[in-house]
C-alpha cells in the first residue's frame, strides 16, 4: 500500500507571516518519521476570490480556477496540517474563505493543528476544529501551541525552535495521533469504495 499523503497548510498569506518557520518545522520532524508523505500547501498558490456562489459546493459546482486547483488539491490528500495564526480569536479570513470552497474533499480525513500567538492561537485552533467537524473532517486532540514567548523569541532576538525544546515533543505527540488517524481512516476509505464498486 503507498504511504498516506498529508498536507501542511499555511493559513494565512500576509507579507510578513511568521507561519512559514514553523511549517518548516514541522516538516523537517515530519519527513524523518518516514511514515507518510508530507507536503507543504501554501494557500499563496490558491488566490481564491472571496465566496460568491449561488450555493454552497454541496449543490452547486465551484467553477473559478484558483478554487477548483484548491479542492483538487485537498482531495487528493489523506490529512492536514494546518499552520493557523490567531486573528481577533479566530482564524484567518483566507483560510475560511478556501474551506467555504470546499465539501466532499477533505470528507473523513484527519486535521491536526499547529498555532501561533497569543495562548497559542488555542482559540483559533478551537474554531478550526468547528469548522473541521462541518466538512466532517476528524480533529486530533493532540496539537502544537506556540505561545508568545518563543514566537516573540524568534521574531525579536534570533531564537529558533531548538531554543524551546519543550515544543518538539509536542509535534511528535500529535504525528503519532495523526498518523494513526489518517492510516486507519484511508483504509475505512478505501474499503468503501471498494464495496461500492463491487
Known amino acids: 500500500m503507498s ?7 499555511l493559513s494565512t498569506t500576509r507579507e510578513t507571516r511568521f507561519a512559514d518557520r514553523p511549517a518548516k518545522w514541522v516538516l523537517d520532524i515530519a519527513k524523518a518519521r518516514g511514515d507518510a508523505e508530507y507536503e507543504i500547501v501554501d ?4 488566490p481564491i476570490p472571496y465566496f460568491d456562489a449561488p450555493a454552497s459546493p454541496r ?19 489523506d490529512g492536514y496540517i494546518f499552520v493557523t495564526a490567531e486573528y481577533n480569536h479566530t482564524i484567518a479570513a483566507v483560510l475560511k474563505n478556501a474551506l467555504d470552497h470546499l465539501y466532499d474533499e477533505p470528507s473523513r480525513k484527519p486535521a491536526a ?15 478550526l476544529r468547528q469548522i473541521a ?11 502544537v501551541h506556540i505561545n508568545m514567548e518563543p ?14 525544546a519543550y515544543l518538539a515533543p509536542t509535534v511528535t505527540t500529535m504525528l503519532d495521533e495523526l498518523a494513526w488517524y489518517t492510516q486507519t481512516l484511508k483504509a475505512g476509505r478505501d474499503s468503501a469504495e471498494t464495496r461500492a464498486a463491487a
Open 3 to 9: 504511504k498516506p499523503k498529508i498536507g501542511i497548510i
Open 43 to 46: 494557500l499563496r498558490d490558491y
Open 59 to 77: 449543490f452547486v459546482p465551484i467553477t473559478d480556477d484558483a478554487a477548483t486547483k484548491w479542492a483538487r488539491k485537498v482531495s487528493e490528500l
Open 113 to 127: 493543528f499547529v498555532g501561533y500567538g497569543a495562548v497559542g492561537a488555542a482559540r483559533a485552533v478551537e474554531h
Open 133 to 143: 467537524v462541518e466538512l466532517s473532517m476528524v480533529p486530533m486532540k493532540a496539537g
Open 151 to 164: 514566537l516573540l523569541g524568534m521574531l525579536q532576538q534570533g531564537k529558533d525552535f531548538a531554543d524551546y
